[in-house]
């Protein structure tokens, strides 16, 4: 049985982009001054898609449960109709476990660490795994599609292989 250690690699933009968006506050963002200077707007450009197929956006909240590193990872999902964005609202950080878009390929997962002051939007059928965070319980709004159609696709990791999750 072959194993494949999945480094946690800090996230930004230039490393997550063909996976989705990074949301923050990054210095290369476009920043507006908004209500009459109360508020800095920071555009992140990340959109929301989820109407094909006659799809609504929803907004979940989901509590997660903290892991332990080493992580061995089982499955990866992905959703090929919609766009799912997580935003963490506490202060604990979180990881996310990506794969390209297309034919699923095990070997070319990657790992991230999310601060919890970052946010990401998965591109549509983008492979991932469920949201997972450390340390304690972290809450996260999920914006995503709601419809009749399933949106959500599972695979399982070649039984040949393991796949490990670590600093």
Same mark, same amino acid.
């Not at 930004?12 to 968006?21: A, I, K, L, R």
């Not at 009459?36 to 450009?45: R, S």
């Not at 109709?81 to 997580?86: D, E, N, V, Y």
């Not at 999920?142 to 990791?157: H, M, P, Y």
């Given at each position: +049985?072959?194993?494949?250690?999945?480094?946690?690699?800090?996230?930004?933009?230039?490393?997550?982009?063909?996976?989705?968006?990074?949301?923050?506050?990054?210095?290369? !963002?476009?920043? =507006?001054?908004?209500?009459? #200077?109360?508020?800095?707007?920071?555009? %992140? =450009?990340?959109?929301?898609?989820?109407?094909?197929?006659?799809?609504?956006?929803?907004?979940?909240?989901?509590?997660?449960?903290?892991?332990?590193?080493?992580?061995?990872?089982?499955? +990866?999902? !992905?959703?090929?109709?919609?766009?799912?964005?997580?935003?963490?609202?506490? =202060?604990?950080?979180?990881?996310?476990?990506?794969?390209?878009?297309?034919?699923?390929?095990?070997?070319?997962? !990657?790992?991230?660490?999310?601060?919890? &002051?970052?946010?990401?939007?998965?591109?549509? #059928?983008?492979?991932?795994?469920?949201?997972? %965070?450390? &340390?304690?319980?972290?809450?996260?709004?999920?914006?995503?599609?709601? #419809?009749?159609?399933?949106? %959500?696709?599972?695979?399982?990791?070649?039984?040949? +292989?393991?796949?490990?999750? =670590?600093?």
């Amino acid at each position: +049985m072959s194993t494949l250690l999945l480094k946690l690699r800090p996230l930004c933009q230039e490393t997550f982009y063909e996976f989705g968006d990074v949301i923050d506050d990054s210095e290369k !963002r476009k920043i =507006d001054e908004i209500n009459y #200077g109360h508020t800095l707007k920071i555009q %992140c =450009d990340s959109i929301v898609d989820t109407h094909l197929q006659n799809g609504r956006t929803v907004i979940n909240l989901y509590k997660t449960r903290p892991i332990e590193l080493p992580f061995e990872v089982k499955k +990866m999902e !992905r959703h090929p109709i919609g766009t799912q964005a997580f935003i963490n609202i506490d =202060d604990n950080p979180a990881i996310v476990i990506v794969g390209k878009r297309g034919e699923f390929d095990a070997t070319e997962l !990657r790992a991230f660490l999310v601060r919890s &002051d970052q946010a990401i939007n998965y591109h549509k #059928g983008t492979w991932h795994h469920h949201n997972l %965070c450390l &340390d304690s319980s972290t809450r996260f709004i999920v914006v995503e599609r709601d #419809g009749l159609e399933g949106n %959500c696709e599972e695979i399982d990791i070649p039984k040949n +292989m393991r796949v490990l999750v =670590d600093f």
